[in-house]
């Protein structure tokens, strides 16, 4: 039977995050949900007082470990500092908030959620802000990036898992950090690109499993998080997973 751990999930409310709670909890792991509601920790990850509560909240809660974090929260349709405050510095701040908990659990693991929107083009003085890690300045290159903005905080947030799982503080302490890039979703913050003719006719063209209207679905990218928070292995570092239907070997077929 398989060890039980306490596994911190962000964006647990709604779409990927939700589907991924209920996997972990039906398989009998206790998880701590993070989100702006119907969480055990409310807390807006857009805001500094939010990702203070939500690392306050976790130590109230947990014996003084926590097993894994899935920095999973993320925003599409709104403002573009706040797409880049929610899905880039909301993320790290929960992964480094969380770290010293990390380290005291005898198995370790963290995955973030990027997207095979990551691909796309982006504004690059976005990306490189975000890794300088200079959120005022990140804001303002996303006022400018507008529409680019969601892919440039995903392939920022990539990058930055990719840098730093081979680091000491994470791989070098014993701690796995993967992430997943999950293509489009049919959840809450696709809705408005599936509730049109044009938008499904992209998708249908983008993903090679679309077919008979099988689009993703939460619980599919849902599989592989629960996977990467709990395997046995120690052996996956530093992998970016897409769960996009085919869209990454249709757009770079060539690409290892």
């Known amino acids: 039977m398989s060890v039980k751990r306490t596994i911190l999930l962000t964006g647990s409310a709604s779409g990927i995050g939700f589907a991924t709670a209920q996997r972990l909890r039906h398989a009998g792991h206790s998880v701590i949900g993070v989100d702006v509601h119907d969480a055990e920790i409310v ?57 010293p908990l990390l380290r005291r659990s005898e198995r370790p693991r963290a995955v973030l959620v990027s997207s095979s929107a990551c691909l796309h083009q982006t504004d690059e003085a976005l990306v490189a802000a975000c890794l300088a890690g200079d959120e005022a300045a990140a804001c303002a290159h996303a006022r400018v990036a507008g529409m680019m903005t969601y892919a440039g905080s995903k392939k920022a947030l990539a990058l930055w898992m990719r840098r730093a799982a081979a680091a000491e503080r994470w791989g070098g302490a014993g701690i796995p950090l993967n992430g997943i890039a999950p293509g489009t979703i049919q959840t809450p913050m696709t809705a408005p690109l599936m509730a049109s003719e044009e938008g499904r006719a992209v998708l249908i063209r983008a993903t090679p499993t679309v077919i008979g209207e099988r689009y993703g679905q939460p619980d599919d990218p849902a599989e592989v998080l629960a996977f990467l928070a709990t395997m046995e292995s120690a052996y996956v570092l530093g992998q970016l997973l897409f769960v996009d239907g085919g869209t990454d070997i249709l757009s770079r077929p060539e690409a290892l």
């Open 43 to 99: 807390a807006d990850l857009g805001t500094h007082d939010g990702r203070q509560r939500l690392v306050d909240g976790v130590r109230s809660l947990v014996r003084g470990s926590l097993d894994s974090v899935i920095a999973c929260a993320g925003v599409a349709h709104q403002p573009p500092e706040r797409i880049v405050s929610v899905n880039y510095f909301g993320a790290l701040a929960t992964l480094e908030g969380l770290l």
